[in-house]
């Protein structure tokens, strides 16, 4: 078994829509108010990790089809790469869900869907893994897609001879019914004053917006 390293370098990979998703569940958040590179800060002092870079990912509609989330996450995006965090995107894309309620009527919701962010999320991590960029990488997400780079990462750690962990970390509270990491990670519970302590100060929404919330929080 590799040694542990003294200081345990560490890179963050955020999933912006399943965090988001996940924090509205269990916060009751209507919008993605948080601030990636400080919670990537707090976990890892958590943890005595020295923070090596953040990784945020998600998916932006086109202006064409939600104006004011197009608008959203540009800004936001903006923000994060001038507090240098690298930020990938991906186009969020739109199909009609047909939904039964409990009285067995059935509804169609338009819901937005991200094509290619949890396999750019995996080959980033393999990819960095093999560079030896990192000890740590730590998950923001709950996605078991991702279940495989664990496994993947255990056999870099034999190849490497060398000491690597793999964690997942997501919003926790006694009301949500997900309470589960990513299999074969290492679990981080997220609670409520964790989540409060890394709020992003600035509100990226349109003006417009601020009083009813941001169109619908399946879109983002």
């Known amino acids: 078994m590799p040694l542990q390293p003294e200081t345990k370098r560490a890179i963050v990979f955020i999933d912006g829509q399943n965090l988001f998703h996940a924090v509205r569940k269990a916060f009751g958040y209507t919008y993605p108010n948080f601030d990636p590179l ?36 540009s800004e936001k995006k903006r923000a994060m790469i001038r507090a240098e965090v690298y930020v990938y ?14 009285d ?26 093999h560079k030896r960029e990192y000890d740590v990488a730590l998950v923001l997400s709950q996605d078991q897609d991702l279940s495989e780079v664990a496994d993947e990462l255990r056999i870099i750690t034999k190849e490497q001879n060398r000491w690597i962990r793999i964690a997942s970390a997501f919003p926790y509270s006694p009301t949500v019914k997900n309470t589960r990491g990513i299999n ?32 619908n929080a399946s879109r983002v």
Not at 46 to 58: E, K, M, P
Not at 105 to 128: C, P, Q, S, Y
């Open 89 to 102: 995107t991906r186009p969020l894309r739109y199909r009609n869900k047909s939904i039964t309620l409990p």
């Open 104 to 129: 067995g009527t059935v509804h169609t919701i338009l819901v937005g869907e991200e094509k290619g962010i949890d396999v750019r999320i995996a080959l980033d991590i393999i990819n960095l893994a």
């Open 184 to 215: 074969n990670t290492e679990w981080v519970k997220i609670d409520r004053a964790m989540y409060d302590a890394c709020l992003d100060p600035r509100d990226y929404r349109l003006k417009s917006e601020h009083g009813a919330g941001l169109g």
């Open 38 to 73: 400080k919670l990537a800060e707090a976990i890892c002092k958590l943890y005595n990790w020295s923070l090596q870079g953040v990784r945020f990912y998600t998916g932006v509609p086109d202006i064409d089809d939600d104006a004011a989330w197009h608008h959203f996450w």
